[in-house]
């Protein structure tokens, strides 16, 4: 029989026990008996939270209990954005509520890599472990505010070494080891760290990658660092000897054990951590997260919307440098087991993912369109292939879940799964638009605007939209958004990032639709940014790294969906002479961008024009250019008088009618 795939289409609806015994449920049972609010529906709930932000964010506080060491004077001292400042007064401390459950023999961390069979970390050994490191930090002279990287796998020692970074109030930051050597530079130069921590290497496909040359080069590019940790992770013993001041980590285990763990109270808006932007615009933007922000809004996140349980295990694929990474680790809060797997998702096959939630007893699976995508297509039948009776929740996101993923998931996965696609931004380090365990799943759609997300779509003018297409906006403050970013004194970069279309009003960049039934469905990027499988990249980095490359003057990158699926990435090169785009040049571009950028980022084509189209004020048309050969004309795409060399556009008007095979 055939099953009629179409957007809209119910495919779930929880059942009544799974809402009573939802976390939502609790929280809004906790509203009548001790806020005297009584709400009929998520839809209720969600209006009244982003109303009356300071009830809903003071509720969020009190219903979790945080741990204050000094009280708060108010909820939000100013409401505009950007510059809210939310409860100032209070001192918090962001590791102090990953460890305020006794649970010593649980597991806090089930592992596994393509090096590494699965194992497990108790919280009594987190715990043990994150007190020797936090004790090497502040022995390494690391004082609140300082900065902490690492260029690590995504391992249990990179979350120990997180949480003892934060523990004593340094500022943290990461990046996975695929990522290419300027890449790096780019972003932990920007912050000037004092203390890093790397693997000598890391497995990717059943290939090893050696990485302590990079290690190396970073330790002589970034001259505020102090001390290096190594983590073994392809050898037992790596060779460190041409490194400066570098510790091993099991020796400094051993040295620090023993240490009791201490909690160092910092204001709410200290700084927990830097992510970066993509870099479409120049170098990656350097996003500060504070501790009481995240701390609050994870609890949301993982609690409510997500419904972590202290007896669920919960993963995420994901690498360091995502900042789903840092999601992942946030279900410590809810008191849950937070599953890791490092390698490729695909390697030997599609079927590795599935057998480590069936080993690892996964509850909630986490993974992004593209891997489902792929699972369907490569007709991987789970509920038949694995035991997934543990098995209650899918969390997509990183792009667009298709229609058909959705029906995949209920026809070869479990038909009584609850499956919540969500998208957000490492902007805010969260979902704004996701899932409430009390709304059914509609094909397509994501379920609900998040509890205390005021998310609209909005047309140019500033005008809100009901299912019709429109910019993704935020019109209230959350307390995740940046407290600021990183060498931005005056704050214009923060501004000119979101507030420069509607100003006092959140633009994220992605086109949204919200349907009458308040659910979400989400249309791409509005920008120029790349995601080519889940990481994203912005067009400066690849054209920074094509520096390497003395033929090439000048280049163009876009990615262009073809379906909701599969994407082409054609690059556009200026060249020093039309001949000189050989097959030698063409492999030196595709190694300059594999090296420095990664291997997802190397694109299907390279075309020689000779001259790319720019503004009067000399900027790239990336958006109008992606948009005509999306099939958009010409003058809907671009506004002609603004360019200096308009004649230009006719190539790429032309390339368009090639890729589609037109002779118009």
Not at 466 to 491: A, H, R
Not at 627 to 652: C, D, H, R, W
């Amino acid at each position: 029989m055939t099953v009629e795939r179409i957007e809209g289409k119910l495919l779930w609806e929880p059942p009544q026990p799974f809402k009573n015994d939802s976390n939502m449920k609790k929280f809004m049972l906790w509203l009548e008996e001790n806020r005297g609010l009584t709400f009929q529906s998520y839809d209720q709930l969600w209006e009244w939270s982003v109303t009356d932000i300071k009830g809903f964010w003071s509720a969020v506080w009190h219903f979790y209990k945080i741990q204050a060491h000094t009280p708060y004077d108010q909820v939000l001292a100013d409401r505009k954005m950007p510059g809210a400042k939310w409860f100032p007064g209070a001192t918090l401390n962001y590791v102090e509520h990953v460890f305020r459950k006794e649970q010593s023999e649980k597991a806090a961390i089930i592992y596994e890599t393509e090096v590494r069979p699965q194992g497990e970390i108790t919280w009594g050994k987190l715990n043990k472990q994150t007190a020797a490191v936090a004790a090497y930090l502040k022995t390494a002279g690391v004082n609140p505010g300082d900065r902490v990287v690492a260029y690590a796998s995504n391992i249990h020692e990179t979350v120990t070494a997180f949480l003892a970074c934060a523990s004593i109030g340094a500022v943290w930051s990461s990046c996975a080891p695929e990522f290419g050597i300027m890449s790096v530079i780019d972003r932990f130069k920007q912050i000037e760290p004092k203390v890093l921590f790397a693997v000598d290497g890391y497995r990717y496909g059943g290939k090893d990658y050696d990485r302590l040359e990079v290690v190396k080069k970073l330790q002589e590019e970034l001259p505020s660092i102090q001390d290096t940790v190594i983590i073994p992770y392809l050898q037992e013993k790596p060779p460190v000897d041409s490194l400066q001041n570098t510790t091993l980590w099991n020796d400094l285990l051993e040295k620090y054990q023993n240490q009791p763990l201490t909690y160092e109270p910092v204001p709410f808006d200290h700084p927990l951590w830097i992510l970066y932007s993509s870099g479409t615009t120049g170098k990656p933007k350097a996003i500060v997260q504070s501790q009481g922000g995240i701390l609050l809004e994870q609890l949301k996140l993982g609690g409510l919307q997500n419904d972590l349980k202290e007896e669920d295990r919960f993963f995420w694929y994901t690498t360091t440098g995502w900042m789903m990474w840092n999601v992942v680790v946030s279900g410590l809060l809810a008191g849950s087991t937070i599953l890791l797997y490092d390698g490729n998702p695909g390697y030997p096959n599609y079927e590795t993912l599935w057998k480590f939630a069936e080993r690892s007893k996964m509850t909630v699976f986490g993974t992004s369109a593209s891997f489902l995508t792929a699972c369907m297509k490569a007709g991987i039948k789970p509920k038949e292939q694995f035991n997934l009776t543990h098995l209650r929740s899918i969390g997509s996101t990183g792009s667009p879940l298709p229609v058909s993923g959705f029906h995949w998931v209920y026809e070869q996965v479990k038909e009584d799964i609850w499956l919540f696609s969500t998208s957000g931004g490492t902007d805010l380090c969260t979902a704004f638009i996701g899932g409430s365990p009390l709304l059914p799943v509609h094909a397509g759609e994501l379920q609900a605007r998040a509890l205390g997300a005021a998310v609209k779509a909005y047309n140019h003018r500033g005008e809100e939209l009901n299912d019709e297409i429109g910019e993704l906006v935020i019109t209230e403050p959350m307390p995740s958004m940046p407290i600021y970013f990183w060498n931005d004194k005056d704050g214009e970069r923060y501004k000119d990032s979101y507030f420069d279309v509607y100003p006092g009003i959140w633009r994220h960049g992605d086109f949204i639709k919200i349907t009458s039934r308040g659910s979400g469905i989400i249309y791409g990027r509005s920008d120029a940014t790349i995601n080519r499988g889940g990481i994203r990249m912005g067009t400066s980095e690849i054209y920074s790294a094509l520096e390497a490359v003395p033929e090439v003057i000048d280049s163009l990158v876009v990615d262009i969906p073809i379906t909701s699926e599969q994407s082409y990435m054609p690059l556009f090169v200026v060249l020093k002479e039309e001949d000189n785009l050989t097959d030698d040049v063409r492999t030196r571009i595709n190694q300059a961008i594999r090296q420095n950028c990664s291997p997802r980022h190397v694109p299907n084509e390279i075309f020689y024009v000779e001259e790319l189209p720019k503004t009067l004020n000399g900027k790239k048309l990336e958006v109008p250019i992606k948009k005509i050969l999306m099939g958009t004309a010409v003058e809907q795409a671009v506004n002609i008088g603004s360019l200096i060399n308009p004649n230009t556009l006719e190539y790429f008007i032309e390339f368009h009618k090639k890729m589609n095979g037109s002779n118009e």
